[in-house]
């Protein structure tokens, strides 16, 4: 049985820095992808980033245009946890930041209808 807890959110002001983590169990990441996804309020769910170990043994990560060179996602699979860097924040970035896990065999890397498990999130919120 596939499990996502995250934790991490909190209050910043615009500039600032946040860790999100996201502790996985049930199955391994070079069969599914942990992806991060952000819901602010009145919007749709849209995917922040994603990452998988490849067949190479290697970490692979992709990234919404909104957030590249501002968050990082990594995974630690001795702890069994993807974290999410989140530097620069902006009041925009302000939303409930959940982690899911879908199967790697399927292609849209941040495409939330393809994630199969979901945390119950946690509210991030940028002041300006």
């Known amino acids: 049985q596939v499990q996502l807890v995250e934790s991490g959110g909190g209050s910043v002001q615009a500039g600032g820095s946040l860790r999100l983590s996201c502790a996985f169990s049930?199955?391994?990441?070079?069969?599914?992808?942990t992806g991060w996804f952000r819901q602010a309020r009145g919007n749709e769910r849209e995917g922040v980033a994603s990452i998988e170990t490849g067949r190479d043994g290697a970490a692979h990560t992709y990234y919404a245009d909104s957030v590249k060179g501002r968050f990082t996602i990594t995974l630690d699979n001795a702890k069994n946890t993807v974290y999410l860097q989140m530097n620069k924040l902006k009041p925009e970035d302000t939303a409930i930041y959940y982690c899911a896990a879908g199967p790697t065999y399927l292609s849209r890397v941040l495409g939330a209808s393809d994630y199969r498990d979901w945390g119950q999130g946690t509210q991030v919120t940028v002041s300006s």
């Open positions: 049930g199955y391994t990441s070079t069969k599914y992808r």
